[in-house]
């Protein structure tokens, strides 16, 4: 009876973005001609016909409570006629069709809290995603990793002091859903998983825990009399990739889940070609509340990269230029062994030439 | 009111600082919602413990087998019983975003209240695939937000082995830099695939993203498994005005160490007005009473990077469409893979060409669905089976623009290599 009342869903599909268009931006949808950046967080866009808009970008936790959300609102409707879009990296943009409401915006948001900025050479919000707040494989918390670092580059959000743009991303296990970026923090576990042998049989399809492994160290066995799984712990690289579809193999470790940081990562086609980040440091502590030491290096590498780097040089072309063992130089990181790679593919990642600078 | 909050002595630590606070968020919820109060007590565990305490299940809507990621407790008592019995379930609707992401104030209140109604109160914009994450409701209530969403217009999105949310970027709405138009791609495409978004039954999850330009402000190459990326076939367009305005602010050694320095495939030079070539692969643009800035679109590759710095004095060409590129994604399991060029270009002008791109996704997809591995990303699935056989599979013919260069090893049977050069000679010749 009461599935017959249940509602059967309209399957709609993605929405038609017209409704939501700020009307100068549907007036001239496809006839743009260039823009500028007025000041930083602030972009002004003019067509082809003359017409012009200014969209001001503003900094959000990305996890927002409904007062937050209206807030946000009751801004867009007092200055940007009612519309707002967002950015990949969870900024807010307010479209202004009249030019002096920009200032008067500006001061609204920052005044309500909202940093302006995140546009052109600046470091922008950093693309996180769920952690400990509702992720069931997180090996830390996202919103409070990217709080505490947004603290403290508050500056460099509402600057364009960059040599580029700056993106950042932070990742709670080896997945990586934050993805790609000029800095990225990952977990990076550095024990096998802890197997709760009691659980396994139940709660796991065995054959595809096994072929989950990139390095076929899991393989079926009875434990105590119980069909369970091992690892083989020589081989394993404690990537955790057997951990989603088998809860009861324990990666997560309070201890000994580090955090790794990447770096050179790059999106655009724009110079070179897409860039693959890479690993420059591993084995920080998981800290919370505020991820100090983190924190701490992703710092010093901006602040290496800030005042080294040439305009347009994001940190991939930086390093090209100045090239790895500088890189490791400047920064002090220390080059370990476990920096040169060995999967598959890995010798593409050696240095093939005598191109070496003295 | 709420019952009484828990101590956080750790989460409180994060509503310091100049950055907005989701703390601060939770806490204004916690006011009135018994729910948000455990929401942070079992938050701040995972603090105080480091360890994440969210274990999946099944919670659905009715007719659908994805779009809900179910989340269950396990802090739990000796006797089995939730130490945060408020916050017992956790689950979050995934919802698809307009394309660009572009909303007016009316729908986000309404989002607002339907949230407020039915769920913890708590909207990220957006996650990591784009979807607007309605996070944290009852099994009890998962319906009821999601009937109260999908009356507003919106739909789930993808979870599981199914085709995934997509994304796309600002676009044609705000962007001279946009090549096609990527909410009417992303939406035909998209909604051409509802099945297969909500009945998860493919091989495993599928990406589709779409970006206006090389820019790839959707950063698709890396993590989408079918990325279309606008670009151009004809010149670099100039304007004079907006260069010498450039130049004027600018100066030689900007444009030199930023501009021509900086072009990948040094297609660009500064020349004596005079000496600027005439032929029809040439954009050329005077930057004062002497020098003109003279681009070889022949060597150009469309990297964006000139038209970046030189906004509006260069510009995108007009014979649009997209490059499309196949098999991006992350690390697990056999390691980081970009998305390679499938289509080198396809035009993005007219319905029949849109028609085109979306037959293309569902060949694309056919193919996936028939020939991967569980649990294999089209990435590994190329890597395992060589791009030919792809190729061939979604009877794509072969273009050079798809490698970087030709194979390295001989180690390959080549005794078809005489009717493969006839195949091609005699194309050449039809042609």
Redesign the interface.
Known sequence: MA?AQ?????????????????PK??KN??N?????RPRPGVLH??SHDGDE?W?VRA????????????K??DI??KYAE???????R?N?EF?VGDESKVAPLIVELEKS???VGGTGNSVSMI?H?????????????A??VV??L??DL?DEFRREEMPNRVHLSTS?C???????ADIAIIIQHTKPPVINHDLVANACERP?VV??C?VAAIRPALVNGKPSLEVDEKKCIC?G?CYPPC?PMQI?D??H?KLAIWIG?K??????K?T?MKLVASGLP?N???WTEVGEMVKNILHVYKNDA???ERMSDWVERIGWPRFFEKTGLPFTKYLIDD???ARVNLNASTHIRF | MAKKMHATP??D??E????????T??K??AQDKDYVVD?LGH?EH??Q????????GTVG????GGGI?P?FTEIKDEAGKPVFPDAAE?H?LRV??????????????K??DV??EHGS????????SGDIMF??ATTENV?KA??GI??L????GGAGPAVRT??S??G?????Q?CY?E?KA??QV??TF?DD??RPALPYKFKFKFSGC??????S???ADMAV?GTWRDNIRT?EV?AKKWFAKHGMD?LV??VVA?C?TKAIQIKDISKVRKDGHISSVALNAEKALEIDNKDC?????CI??M???L?TGTDKGATVLVGGK???????L?GTVVIPFMSLKNEEDYQQLVDLGQKIIDFFAENAL??ERTGEMIERIGLVNFLEGIEVDIDANMVATPRTNPYVRMDGWDDEVAKINAQKAAA
């Open positions: 599935q249940m509602r059967r869903a309209i399957e709609s599909g993605v929405p038609d973005n017209k409704q939501y268009l700020h931006l549907a949808y496809g743009w001609k260039y823009h500028d866009h003019v808009v969209s900094g959000t936790q990305r996890q927002m409570d409904v007062w937050t959300i209206r946000l609102c867009a409707d009612g519309h707002v879009r967002f950015t990949i969870s807010i479209m809290g909202f940093p693309a995603t769920q952690g400990w707040l509702h992720c069931d494989i997180p090996g830390t918390d919103s409070g709080k505490a947004m603290d508050y709670c080896e997945i990586n859903c934050g993805g790609q595809t072929a989950r990139p990537c990739a809860p997560n309070p201890e889940s990562g999106n655009s086609n724009a110079r070179g897409p693959f998981n919370p509340p505020r040439r305009p347009w999967w598959r593919g | 750790n989460l630590q994060l310091s600082g100049p950055w907005p606070s989701f703390v968020g939770l204004r919820l929401v938050l995972s603090y413990t480091r360890k994440g305490y969210w274990k999946g809507v009715l007719g659908y990621i989340r956790f979050t698809m975003p307009p394309p660009g992401m572009h909303y007016n104030t009316d729908i986000l209140r989002f607002c949230w407020e109160g708590l909207i990220a914009f957006h996650g990591q996070q944290g319906q999601f009937d999908n009356e217009g919106f739909d789930l997509s994304m970027c600002v044609a709405a705000r962007c001279e946009s138009d909410a992303h939406r998209l909604n509802l978004i909500h090389p820019n790839d402000c959707m950063n190459i890396q993590r990326i304007d907006l900007e160490n930023d900086r990948p590759v469309r990297c964006m990077h970046n710095v906004t509006g004095a510009a992350r690390t697990l399991k056999i390691g980081d970009m569980e649990h």
